[in-house]
């Protein structure tokens, strides 16, 4: 699966953002997907995951009530809807795909791996 990252860019605090994942080259529905993110000396870490049927999803605590995942199969695509924008929410955004369809927090069962968006957040 290649993964295409799409929809970052430079917010004020508070403001939203909708980042897409393209797919290609494989069945998107075979595949579970999640939005990882990394910000300036900090490891990766994963802010959402979702099935591939999109009726399981996971959100880190950190992002709960703001984020909201989503994917679509029919345009092999998926989303993240960012609201309420928080400077520490300023990160490269990663899209990611694992096979098997059933989603997973750690970052080591994903297979594939798009090439990042940049968010970021002023105050």
């Known amino acids: 699966v290649q993964l295409q990252a799409s929809g970052g860019g430079l917010v004020q605090a508070g403001g939203s953002l909708r980042l897409s994942c393209a797919a290609s080259g494989r069945t998107f529905s075979d595949h579970a997907m999640g939005w990882f993110r990394q910000a300036p000396g900090k490891e990766r870490e994963l802010v959402a995951a979702?099935?591939?049927?999109?009726?399981?999803?996971y959100y880190a605590d950190p992002v709960k009530g703001r984020f909201t995942i989503s994917r679509d199969n029919a345009k092999n695509t998926m989303y993240l809807q960012i609201n309420s924008l928080k400077p520490e929410d300023t990160a490269v955004y990663y899209c990611?795909?694992?096979?098997?369809?059933?989603?997973?927090?750690?970052?080591?069962?994903?297979?594939?791996w798009g090439q990042g968006t940049q968010v970021t957040v002023s105050s």
């Open positions: 979702i099935n591939w049927s999109g009726t399981s999803r």
């Open positions: 990611a795909a694992r096979r098997g369809g059933y989603g997973s927090t750690r970052e080591y069962e994903y297979d594939y």
